[in-house]
């Protein structure tokens, strides 16, 4: 895995983005590609912990319904007061937002995208989709 990391250039924001495996343990890595970005960016533990739940969501979907060998994770920070987190896959197939009864043992990964994000969608790719979700963060005197 390699994790890109682009630098803030004038008019560009930060982002890091990896291409993992379409696995299970992509979930892990894309917490902790998160969780570093935010480090790095110097976002509270809030932000990090709240954008790291998300594309555990995002991930877990795609790798169960994405039908690609691959995603890719991106972790960026479109304004100085944001967090947007993303996920791409080859399918085209939209997600769903359901809900499930309370002894369903899955399927709430999108309720609580929902609930912890300001916003979320899909963007349609010619080669697949882009889900993604963002917060709003903290931005402390810098």
Known sequence: MTVTNERVRPGRYPRQSATLASEAAAVAVARQIVRE??????????????????????????????????????AEQPRRDRLRVAVVDKSRRMPELHIVGPDAIGGRGLLLVEALSDRWGTDLLPWGKRVWAEIAIKVGDQ
């Open 37 to 74: 970005a935010c480090a790095e960016w110097g976002m509270d533990q809030d932000a990090a912990e709240t954008g790291a739940l998300l594309i555990s969501e995002i991930v877990t979907n795609a790798v169960r319904h994405g039908h690609s060998h691959s995603v890719r994770v991106i």
